[in-house]
């Protein structure tokens, strides 16, 4: 599996929109895209997921660059309780869904 | 709502005491993972089930075993932790492969902690 490069932490506004990038260079053309976030002594949960389209559902939007190798997670309005690390993870769909975490970027949302 | 569930939160062992955790679902979901997290680290996946096929994480101890004994509910034994156990457990399933993607959904976890 494709391994990923994410910045260690990000500091954001609370009302401004998150942009968490992703590098995934080494990414292979049926693997997917997969963001969770993990909210401390919580587990991991899911943001959202593509493979070469952009996405947007109701918590955020995925930009995925035309050659795949890098993409970028926007959370529009960022409200204290999006503090969590972010996870960019890259998975084959044949590989009964395994993710491999990486380090992630640790964001906090001040006031 | 459907969920998964990871019972109990926090569990205390004694070094060498076997200890059993446990996850359910209403998600009705045939994939049930179980990852480790230590602190500071990101998880890491230890085995999973599809339906009742195993599937063992190459480096996964032989200290940890699973049981899966029905769609709902997966248990994970530490046969004899070590202080080097203590952990966060999660507990994830997925729906079975054939659609886009997959989407894994966690439970809150139990931190185990060993004495």
């Known amino acids: 599996d494709a391994k990923t490069t994410q910045p260690t932490s990000m500091d954001c506004a609370e009302g401004r929109a998150a942009n968490l990038p992703c590098n995934h260079s080494t990414i292979s053309g049926n693997e997917y895209v997969y963001w969770y976030r993990q909210i401390h002594s919580q587990g991991p949960q899911y943001i959202i997921h593509g493979l070469k389209n952009n996405e947007t559902n109701e918590m955020a939007s995925l930009i995925i660059t035309e050659d795949r190798k890098s993409s970028t997670l926007i959370l529009p309005h960022a409200t204290l309780r999006d503090t969590a690390v972010y996870y960019c993870?890259?998975?084959?769909?044949?590989?009964?869904?395994?993710?491999?975490f990486g380090a992630g970027t640790q964001v906090v949302v001040t006031p | 709502d459907a969920m998964v569930i990871q019972n109990p939160r926090y569990q205390v062992t004694q070094f060498g005491k076997p200890v059993t955790l446990s996850c359910s679902q209403t998600?009705?979901?045939?994939?049930m993972y179980w990852y480790q997290q230590k602190s500071s680290q990101a998880p890491k996946l230890l085995f999973h089930?599809?339906?009742?096929?195993?599937?063992n994480e190459a480096d996964t101890p032989d200290n940890f075993q699973s049981r899966r004994p029905n769609t709902s509910f997966c248990f994970l034994d530490i046969r004899s932790p070590g202080l080097g156990d203590a952990a966060m457990y999660l507990c994830?399933?997925?729906?079975?492969?054939?659609?886009?993607?997959?989407?894994?959904?966690f439970g809150p976890g139990t931190r185990l902690t060993v004495l």
């Open positions: 998600l009705n979901h045939n994939v």
């Open positions: 089930y599809y339906d009742k096929d195993f599937n």
């Open positions: 994830a399933t997925s729906i079975s492969p054939g659609l886009a993607g997959f989407v894994q959904f």
């Open positions: 993870i890259v998975g084959l769909t044949d590989s009964w869904g395994k993710l491999q």
